[in-house]
Protein backbone atom coordinates (compact mmCIF):
# COMPACT_ATOMS: atom_id res chain seq x y z
CA UNK A 1 0.00 0.00 0.00
CA UNK A 2 1.21 3.12 -1.17
CA UNK A 3 2.00 6.09 1.60
CA UNK A 4 -0.58 8.34 0.71
CA UNK A 5 -3.43 5.63 0.55
CA UNK A 6 -1.65 4.11 4.55
CA UNK A 7 -2.99 7.62 5.49
CA UNK A 8 -6.22 7.82 4.32
CA UNK A 9 -6.80 4.26 5.34
CA UNK A 10 -5.75 5.65 8.52
CA UNK A 11 -7.96 8.32 8.81
CA UNK A 12 -10.68 5.86 7.65
CA UNK A 13 -9.88 3.29 10.29
CA UNK A 14 -9.83 6.34 13.31
CA UNK A 15 -13.18 7.27 11.85
CA UNK A 16 -14.68 3.88 12.77
CA UNK A 17 -13.13 3.90 15.43
CA UNK A 18 -14.72 7.04 16.65
CA UNK A 19 -17.84 5.80 15.33
CA UNK A 20 -17.65 2.97 17.34
CA UNK A 21 -17.21 4.50 20.60
CA UNK A 22 -19.41 7.59 20.01
CA UNK A 23 -21.94 7.50 18.00
CA UNK A 24 -23.10 3.52 18.44
CA UNK A 25 -24.14 3.97 22.08
CA UNK A 26 -26.31 6.74 21.09
CA UNK A 27 -28.36 4.38 17.96
CA UNK A 28 -30.95 1.58 18.82
CA UNK A 29 -30.49 -1.79 20.79
CA UNK A 30 -26.96 -2.43 21.14
CA UNK A 31 -27.51 -5.82 19.71
CA UNK A 32 -28.54 -4.78 16.19
CA UNK A 33 -26.13 -2.15 15.94
CA UNK A 34 -23.49 -1.91 13.43
CA UNK A 35 -20.54 -2.77 14.55
CA UNK A 36 -17.69 -0.70 12.93
CA UNK A 37 -14.96 -2.09 14.44
CA UNK A 38 -15.28 -5.39 12.14
CA UNK A 39 -16.70 -2.64 9.63
CA UNK A 40 -13.14 -1.53 9.59
CA UNK A 41 -11.47 -4.42 9.80
CA UNK A 42 -13.49 -5.82 6.46
CA UNK A 43 -12.36 -2.81 4.72
CA UNK A 44 -8.94 -3.20 5.81
CA UNK A 45 -8.52 -6.84 5.06
CA UNK A 46 -9.76 -6.47 1.68
CA UNK A 47 -6.82 -3.95 0.43
CA UNK A 48 -4.21 -5.68 2.79
CA UNK A 49 -2.48 -9.22 2.00
CA UNK A 50 -3.73 -12.37 4.34
CA UNK A 51 -1.02 -12.25 6.83
CA UNK A 52 -1.01 -8.55 7.91
CA UNK A 53 -5.07 -8.91 8.09
CA UNK A 54 -4.79 -11.79 10.14
CA UNK A 55 -2.69 -9.68 12.52
CA UNK A 56 -5.16 -7.02 12.74
CA UNK A 57 -7.89 -9.43 13.20
CA UNK A 58 -5.84 -10.76 16.09
CA UNK A 59 -5.34 -7.85 17.91
CA UNK A 60 -8.90 -6.22 17.06
CA UNK A 61 -10.37 -9.13 18.52
CA UNK A 62 -8.21 -8.47 21.42
CA UNK A 63 -9.83 -5.27 22.04
CA UNK A 64 -13.17 -6.69 21.95
CA UNK A 65 -12.19 -10.12 24.28
CA UNK A 66 -10.65 -7.19 27.17
CA UNK A 67 -13.65 -5.37 26.61
CA UNK A 68 -16.13 -8.05 27.05
CA UNK A 69 -14.15 -11.23 28.33
CA UNK A 70 -17.34 -13.36 28.88
CA UNK A 71 -14.52 -15.53 27.13
CA UNK A 72 -11.34 -14.24 26.61
CA UNK A 73 -9.65 -15.35 23.13
CA UNK A 74 -12.77 -16.34 21.47
CA UNK A 75 -13.20 -12.63 19.68
CA UNK A 76 -9.70 -12.93 19.09
CA UNK A 77 -9.65 -16.12 17.52
CA UNK A 78 -12.66 -15.42 15.17
CA UNK A 79 -11.47 -12.08 14.15
CA UNK A 80 -8.22 -13.86 13.39
CA UNK A 81 -10.22 -16.16 10.88
CA UNK A 82 -12.63 -13.37 9.43
CA UNK A 83 -9.48 -11.03 8.58
CA UNK A 84 -7.54 -13.64 6.98
CA UNK A 85 -10.79 -14.83 5.09
CA UNK A 86 -12.12 -11.56 3.38
CA UNK A 87 -8.10 -11.11 2.48
CA UNK A 88 -8.21 -14.27 0.37
CA UNK A 89 -11.72 -13.58 -0.21
CA UNK A 90 -10.94 -10.22 -2.11
CA UNK A 91 -8.03 -11.57 -3.63
CA UNK A 92 -10.19 -14.92 -5.52
CA UNK A 93 -12.98 -13.70 -6.11
CA UNK A 94 -14.14 -9.92 -5.43
CA UNK A 95 -15.86 -8.00 -7.84
CA UNK A 96 -16.35 -3.98 -7.43
CA UNK A 97 -19.73 -4.07 -6.70
CA UNK A 98 -22.31 -2.05 -3.91
CA UNK A 99 -24.36 -5.59 -3.35
CA UNK A 100 -21.41 -7.68 -3.30
CA UNK A 101 -19.59 -5.23 -0.49
CA UNK A 102 -22.41 -5.35 1.37
CA UNK A 103 -22.79 -9.25 1.15
CA UNK A 104 -19.48 -9.60 2.09
CA UNK A 105 -19.69 -7.44 5.05
CA UNK A 106 -23.03 -8.61 6.10
CA UNK A 107 -21.12 -12.62 5.89
CA UNK A 108 -18.20 -11.21 7.93
CA UNK A 109 -20.85 -10.06 11.08
CA UNK A 110 -22.40 -13.34 11.15
CA UNK A 111 -19.24 -15.56 10.69
CA UNK A 112 -17.87 -13.77 13.61
CA UNK A 113 -20.46 -14.26 15.31
CA UNK A 114 -20.95 -17.95 15.09
CA UNK A 115 -17.12 -18.79 15.27
CA UNK A 116 -17.51 -16.29 18.98
CA UNK A 117 -20.60 -18.10 19.85
CA UNK A 118 -19.04 -21.27 19.26
CA UNK A 119 -15.98 -20.75 20.87
CA UNK A 120 -17.94 -19.32 24.27
CA UNK A 121 -19.79 -22.61 24.35
CA UNK A 122 -22.93 -21.46 23.62
CA UNK A 123 -25.46 -24.16 22.76
CA UNK A 124 -28.76 -25.35 21.85
CA UNK A 125 -31.85 -22.56 20.53
CA UNK A 126 -29.92 -19.48 22.24
CA UNK A 127 -27.01 -20.17 19.78
CA UNK A 128 -29.84 -21.02 17.13
CA UNK A 129 -31.67 -17.11 18.51
CA UNK A 130 -28.88 -15.42 18.02
CA UNK A 131 -27.93 -16.42 14.82
CA UNK A 132 -30.93 -16.34 13.01
CA UNK A 133 -32.47 -13.10 14.23
CA UNK A 134 -29.68 -11.09 16.29
CA UNK A 135 -26.56 -11.53 13.99
CA UNK A 136 -28.71 -10.71 10.65
CA UNK A 137 -29.88 -7.66 12.18
CA UNK A 138 -26.15 -6.77 13.37
CA UNK A 139 -25.19 -7.99 9.66
CA UNK A 140 -27.58 -5.65 8.45
CA UNK A 141 -27.11 -2.38 9.89
CA UNK A 142 -23.04 -2.79 9.74
CA UNK A 143 -23.66 -3.64 5.66
CA UNK A 144 -25.69 -0.43 5.78
CA UNK A 145 -22.81 1.55 7.29
CA UNK A 146 -20.24 -0.29 5.04
CA UNK A 147 -21.96 0.85 1.73
CA UNK A 148 -22.36 4.30 3.34
CA UNK A 149 -18.30 4.25 4.25
CA UNK A 150 -17.11 3.20 0.99
CA UNK A 151 -19.86 5.49 -1.61
CA UNK A 152 -18.18 8.01 0.65
CA UNK A 153 -14.38 7.45 0.64
CA UNK A 154 -15.18 5.64 -2.64
CA UNK A 155 -11.80 7.48 -4.40
CA UNK A 156 -9.59 7.52 -1.29
CA UNK A 157 -10.31 3.67 -1.20
CA UNK A 158 -9.52 3.83 -5.16
CA UNK A 159 -12.49 1.39 -5.88
CA UNK A 160 -15.05 1.73 -8.70
CA UNK A 161 -18.42 1.06 -7.58
CA UNK A 162 -21.23 -0.37 -9.79
CA UNK A 163 -24.83 -0.29 -7.78
CA UNK B 1 9.97 -14.71 -12.39
CA UNK B 2 7.48 -13.73 -9.44
CA UNK B 3 6.22 -16.58 -8.77
CA UNK B 4 9.19 -17.68 -6.40
CA UNK B 5 8.35 -14.61 -4.04
CA UNK B 6 5.05 -14.86 -4.56
CA UNK B 7 4.52 -18.04 -3.26
CA UNK B 8 7.28 -16.60 -0.57
CA UNK B 9 4.86 -14.05 0.41
CA UNK B 10 1.58 -16.82 0.54
CA UNK B 11 3.46 -19.00 2.91
CA UNK B 12 4.55 -16.22 5.40
CA UNK B 13 0.89 -14.93 5.49
CA UNK B 14 0.20 -18.83 6.41
CA UNK B 15 2.52 -19.09 8.80
CA UNK B 16 1.53 -15.49 10.22
CA UNK B 17 -2.37 -16.64 10.55
CA UNK B 18 -1.47 -20.16 12.07
CA UNK B 19 0.78 -17.75 14.78
CA UNK B 20 -2.83 -15.71 15.46
CA UNK B 21 -4.73 -18.73 15.62
CA UNK B 22 -2.41 -20.20 18.24
CA UNK B 23 -2.21 -17.43 20.25
CA UNK B 24 -6.05 -16.94 19.85
CA UNK B 25 -6.85 -20.58 21.17
CA UNK B 26 -3.70 -20.48 23.78
CA UNK B 27 -5.64 -17.25 25.33
CA UNK B 28 -8.90 -19.37 25.27
CA UNK B 29 -7.55 -22.43 27.33
CA UNK B 30 -5.42 -19.98 29.62
CA UNK B 31 -5.86 -19.87 32.93
CA UNK B 32 -8.49 -17.05 33.94
CA UNK B 33 -6.61 -14.74 36.03
CA UNK B 34 -3.86 -14.47 33.81
CA UNK B 35 -6.51 -13.62 30.93
CA UNK B 36 -8.13 -10.98 33.22
CA UNK B 37 -4.80 -9.33 34.12
CA UNK B 38 -4.05 -9.07 30.78
CA UNK B 39 -7.45 -7.68 29.58
CA UNK B 40 -7.13 -5.57 32.61
CA UNK B 41 -4.09 -4.26 31.60
CA UNK B 42 -5.38 -3.30 27.69
CA UNK B 43 -8.54 -1.58 28.84
CA UNK B 44 -6.18 0.24 31.13
CA UNK B 45 -3.61 1.87 28.62
CA UNK B 46 -4.55 1.89 24.93
CA UNK B 47 -8.37 1.32 25.48
CA UNK B 48 -8.62 4.21 28.15
CA UNK B 49 -9.68 7.23 25.40
CA UNK B 50 -12.35 4.61 24.00
CA UNK B 51 -14.01 4.20 27.11
CA UNK B 52 -13.70 7.91 28.23
CA UNK B 53 -15.51 8.19 24.83
CA UNK B 54 -18.49 5.42 25.01
CA UNK B 55 -18.74 6.63 28.51
CA UNK B 56 -19.40 10.22 27.62
CA UNK B 57 -21.64 8.90 24.79
CA UNK B 58 -23.96 7.04 27.28
CA UNK B 59 -24.14 9.68 29.23
CA UNK B 60 -25.22 12.14 26.75
CA UNK B 61 -27.87 9.69 25.24
CA UNK B 62 -29.14 9.09 28.91
CA UNK B 63 -29.47 12.90 29.54
CA UNK B 64 -31.49 13.13 26.06
CA UNK B 65 -33.67 10.67 25.53
CA UNK B 66 -34.24 9.36 29.26
CA UNK B 67 -35.18 12.79 30.95
CA UNK B 68 -38.43 12.14 30.15
CA UNK B 69 -38.33 9.06 31.90
CA UNK B 70 -36.30 9.51 34.68
CA UNK B 71 -38.23 12.53 35.57
CA UNK B 72 -41.32 10.40 35.99
CA UNK B 73 -39.30 7.98 38.04
CA UNK B 74 -38.39 11.35 39.89
CA UNK B 75 -41.65 12.50 40.70
CA UNK B 76 -42.99 8.92 41.69
CA UNK B 77 -40.21 8.90 44.01
CA UNK B 78 -40.88 11.82 45.67
CA UNK B 79 -44.34 11.00 46.49
CA UNK B 80 -43.15 7.68 47.61
CA UNK B 81 -40.57 9.83 49.90
CA UNK B 82 -43.42 11.91 51.25
CA UNK B 83 -44.54 9.38 53.46
CA UNK B 84 -40.92 7.91 54.63
CA UNK B 85 -39.64 10.24 57.63
CA UNK B 86 -43.29 8.80 59.18
CA UNK B 87 -42.45 4.96 58.38
CA UNK B 88 -39.02 5.64 59.61
CA UNK B 89 -40.06 6.91 63.34
CA UNK B 90 -42.43 3.88 63.57
CA UNK B 91 -39.80 1.62 62.17
CA UNK B 92 -37.21 3.15 64.91
CA UNK B 93 -39.75 3.02 67.62
CA UNK B 94 -41.05 -0.34 66.58
CA UNK B 95 -37.04 -1.44 66.82
CA UNK B 96 -36.58 0.12 70.03
CA UNK B 97 -39.65 -1.53 71.18
CA UNK B 98 -38.04 -5.31 70.39
CA UNK B 99 -34.56 -3.98 70.96
CA UNK B 100 -33.49 -4.83 67.45
CA UNK B 101 -30.37 -2.70 66.27
CA UNK B 102 -30.41 0.13 64.00
CA UNK B 103 -30.51 -0.85 59.85
CA UNK B 104 -27.40 -0.55 58.26
CA UNK B 105 -27.74 2.38 55.76
CA UNK B 106 -27.27 1.02 51.75
CA UNK B 107 -24.39 2.41 50.08
CA UNK B 108 -23.84 1.93 46.58
CA UNK B 109 -22.23 3.43 43.37
CA UNK B 110 -24.09 4.05 40.26
CA UNK B 111 -22.29 3.34 36.79
CA UNK B 112 -23.16 3.70 33.32
CA UNK B 113 -23.41 -0.04 31.53
CA UNK B 114 -21.12 0.13 28.07
CA UNK B 115 -22.75 -2.24 25.83
CA UNK B 116 -20.01 -3.72 23.44
CA UNK B 117 -21.00 -4.86 19.57
CA UNK B 118 -19.77 -8.82 20.57
CA UNK B 119 -22.84 -11.56 20.19
CA UNK B 120 -21.55 -12.36 24.04
CA UNK B 121 -21.99 -9.07 25.17
CA UNK B 122 -24.72 -9.40 28.29
CA UNK B 123 -23.18 -12.62 29.68
CA UNK B 124 -20.75 -9.92 31.02
CA UNK B 125 -20.91 -6.49 30.92
CA UNK B 126 -18.13 -3.43 31.03
CA UNK B 127 -19.13 -0.74 33.86
CA UNK B 128 -17.89 2.59 34.24
CA UNK B 129 -17.42 2.29 37.67
CA UNK B 130 -13.72 0.90 39.12
CA UNK B 131 -11.92 1.14 42.59
CA UNK B 132 -11.48 4.22 42.68
CA UNK B 133 -15.64 4.91 42.75
CA UNK B 134 -15.50 1.94 45.90
CA UNK B 135 -16.24 -0.95 43.85
CA UNK B 136 -14.46 -4.46 44.88
CA UNK B 137 -14.84 -8.05 43.45
CA UNK B 138 -17.75 -9.78 44.52
CA UNK B 139 -19.89 -6.63 44.85
CA UNK B 140 -23.64 -6.98 43.67
CA UNK B 141 -24.83 -5.37 40.54
CA UNK B 142 -28.65 -4.63 40.76
CA UNK B 143 -30.96 -2.39 38.30
CA UNK B 144 -33.94 -0.88 38.94
CA UNK B 145 -36.18 -3.69 38.33
CA UNK B 146 -33.45 -6.23 40.35
CA UNK B 147 -30.41 -8.50 40.16
CA UNK B 148 -27.82 -8.20 37.27
CA UNK B 149 -24.63 -9.70 38.26
CA UNK B 150 -21.58 -9.68 40.53
CA UNK B 151 -18.15 -7.92 39.53
CA UNK B 152 -15.68 -9.96 38.84
CA UNK B 153 -12.69 -7.67 37.43
CA UNK B 154 -12.38 -4.29 38.75
CA UNK B 155 -9.72 -1.56 37.37
CA UNK B 156 -9.74 2.05 38.31
CA UNK B 157 -12.63 3.48 36.77
CA UNK B 158 -13.89 0.11 35.50
CA UNK B 159 -14.83 -3.03 36.22
CA UNK B 160 -16.36 -6.17 34.63
CA UNK B 161 -19.34 -7.92 36.15
CA UNK B 162 -20.94 -10.98 35.00
CA UNK B 163 -24.03 -11.30 35.03
CA UNK B 164 -26.83 -14.20 35.56
CA UNK B 165 -26.97 -14.79 31.89
CA UNK B 166 -23.43 -16.38 32.38
CA UNK B 167 -23.33 -19.99 32.67
CA UNK B 168 -21.24 -19.78 35.66
CA UNK B 169 -23.96 -17.68 37.19
CA UNK B 170 -25.29 -19.11 41.15
CA UNK B 171 -26.98 -17.14 43.74
CA UNK B 172 -28.88 -18.84 46.58
CA UNK B 173 -32.88 -17.76 46.58
CA UNK B 174 -35.84 -17.79 48.10
CA UNK B 175 -39.69 -17.50 46.74
CA UNK B 176 -41.46 -14.01 48.60
CA UNK B 177 -44.18 -15.26 50.72
CA UNK B 178 -43.99 -19.28 50.86
CA UNK B 179 -40.08 -19.12 51.71
CA UNK B 180 -38.97 -21.93 49.18
CA UNK B 181 -35.05 -21.47 48.89
CA UNK B 182 -33.30 -23.11 45.67
CA UNK B 183 -30.37 -21.86 43.86
CA UNK B 184 -30.93 -19.72 40.40
CA UNK B 185 -28.83 -20.03 37.38
CA UNK B 186 -29.10 -19.50 33.80
CA UNK B 187 -31.75 -21.70 32.36
CA UNK B 188 -29.73 -23.68 29.15
CA UNK B 189 -31.71 -24.11 25.96
CA UNK B 190 -34.10 -21.21 25.90
CA UNK B 191 -33.92 -18.55 23.01
CA UNK B 192 -33.90 -15.84 25.13
CA UNK B 193 -32.38 -15.63 28.34
CA UNK B 194 -34.29 -17.17 31.48
CA UNK B 195 -33.43 -18.43 34.68
CA UNK B 196 -34.61 -21.75 36.80
CA UNK B 197 -34.69 -22.00 40.17
CA UNK B 198 -33.12 -25.55 41.46
CA UNK B 199 -32.96 -27.90 43.91
CA UNK B 200 -36.75 -27.30 44.79
CA UNK B 201 -37.77 -29.75 47.56
CA UNK B 202 -40.60 -31.70 46.35
CA UNK B 203 -43.01 -31.41 48.85
CA UNK B 204 -42.86 -27.75 47.79
CA UNK B 205 -45.14 -25.86 44.81
CA UNK B 206 -44.47 -22.79 44.04
CA UNK B 207 -47.37 -20.64 42.22
CA UNK B 208 -47.42 -19.29 38.46
CA UNK B 209 -45.73 -15.61 38.98
CA UNK B 210 -44.39 -15.80 42.75
CA UNK B 211 -41.60 -13.51 43.41
CA UNK B 212 -37.91 -15.06 43.82
CA UNK B 213 -35.77 -12.82 45.69
CA UNK B 214 -32.07 -13.35 46.82
CA UNK B 215 -31.64 -14.96 49.77
CA UNK B 216 -28.59 -13.50 51.18
CA UNK B 217 -27.41 -16.87 52.31
CA UNK B 218 -23.34 -17.34 50.63
CA UNK B 219 -21.95 -14.27 51.59
CA UNK B 220 -22.28 -12.38 48.15
CA UNK B 221 -25.76 -11.21 47.78
CA UNK B 222 -27.78 -9.28 50.56
CA UNK B 223 -31.04 -10.64 51.37
CA UNK B 224 -34.21 -9.45 48.92
CA UNK B 225 -32.89 -8.41 45.30
CA UNK B 226 -35.78 -9.51 43.17
CA UNK B 227 -34.18 -12.13 40.71
CA UNK B 228 -37.52 -13.02 38.60
CA UNK B 229 -40.83 -13.64 38.68
CA UNK B 230 -42.04 -18.07 38.45
CA UNK B 231 -43.08 -18.93 35.20
CA UNK B 232 -43.58 -22.82 35.71
CA UNK B 233 -42.50 -26.41 36.27
CA UNK B 234 -39.30 -27.03 33.75
CA UNK B 235 -38.35 -30.86 34.84
CA UNK B 236 -38.44 -32.73 38.18
CA UNK B 237 -36.94 -35.50 39.79
CA UNK B 238 -40.10 -37.68 40.71
CA UNK B 239 -39.91 -37.89 44.46
CA UNK B 240 -36.45 -35.81 45.58
CA UNK B 241 -36.62 -32.07 43.93
CA UNK B 242 -38.28 -29.79 40.84
CA UNK B 243 -36.69 -26.97 38.82
CA UNK B 244 -38.67 -23.73 38.08
CA UNK B 245 -38.04 -21.79 35.29
CA UNK B 246 -38.21 -17.78 36.29
CA UNK B 247 -38.38 -14.91 34.09
CA UNK B 248 -35.65 -12.84 35.06
CA UNK B 249 -36.43 -9.02 36.46
CA UNK B 250 -33.75 -7.45 34.76
CA UNK B 251 -32.30 -8.26 30.90
CA UNK B 252 -28.62 -7.32 31.34
CA UNK B 253 -28.78 -6.62 27.30
CA UNK B 254 -31.06 -3.75 28.37
CA UNK B 255 -29.43 -1.84 31.30
CA UNK B 256 -28.82 1.13 30.65
CA UNK B 257 -27.73 2.09 34.00
CA UNK B 258 -26.54 -0.45 37.48
CA UNK B 259 -25.61 0.14 41.07
CA UNK B 260 -23.07 -1.36 42.81
CA UNK B 261 -23.99 -2.11 45.96
CA UNK B 262 -21.34 -2.13 48.57
CA UNK B 263 -20.48 -3.16 52.07
CA UNK B 264 -21.56 -6.12 53.27
CA UNK B 265 -23.99 -8.95 51.93
CA UNK B 266 -25.56 -8.82 55.29
CA UNK B 267 -27.75 -6.24 54.30
CA UNK B 268 -31.08 -7.02 53.82
CA UNK B 269 -32.85 -5.09 50.75
CA UNK B 270 -36.42 -6.39 51.64
CA UNK B 271 -38.75 -3.42 50.83
CA UNK B 272 -36.11 -1.64 49.15
CA UNK B 273 -37.28 -2.43 45.81
CA UNK B 274 -40.92 -1.71 44.78
CA UNK B 275 -43.73 -4.37 44.23
CA UNK B 276 -44.20 -5.24 40.82
CA UNK B 277 -47.57 -5.95 39.50
CA UNK B 278 -47.50 -10.22 39.45
Known sequence: MPQRSRGKMAFILLLLLLLQFYLRPRLWDS?????????????????????????????TGLMMDSLGPSRFGAAALATTMVGYLA??????????????????????????????????????????????????LQGLTTAVAGVLILVMFRDWLAIRLEA | ???????????????VFLACLLLSTGMLFAPPARTARLASAIRNSVLVPLIWMQQA???????????????????????????????????????????????????????????????????TLLLSAGSAEGVARFSPVVAPEG???????????????TTWAHPEFRASAYTDGGGVFGIVAPAAGATEPLLEL????????????????????????????????????????????????VL???????????????????LSLEGAFPDEAP
Open chain 2, 57 to 123: AEEGKASRSRLALIQAQRDSIALLAQGLPALRDENDQLRRLLGVGQRKPLEFVAAEVLHQSSPTDGL
Open chain 2, 1 to 15: MNEQPDRARSRSDTV
Open chain 2, 147 to 161: LLGVISSVDRHTSIA
Open chain 1, 31 to 59: RAAPDFILLGLLIYATRARPGAAAVAGFF
Open chain 2, 198 to 245: RGVPYRDTIPAGTLVLTSGLGGVYPKGIPVGRVLGVVRELTGWERTYL
Open chain 2, 248 to 266: PAANPAHAAHALVLLGSAE
Open chain 1, 87 to 136: AWGRAVFFADNLLVHAGFIWGGVWLRDFIVLLASGATGRALLWQLAVWSP
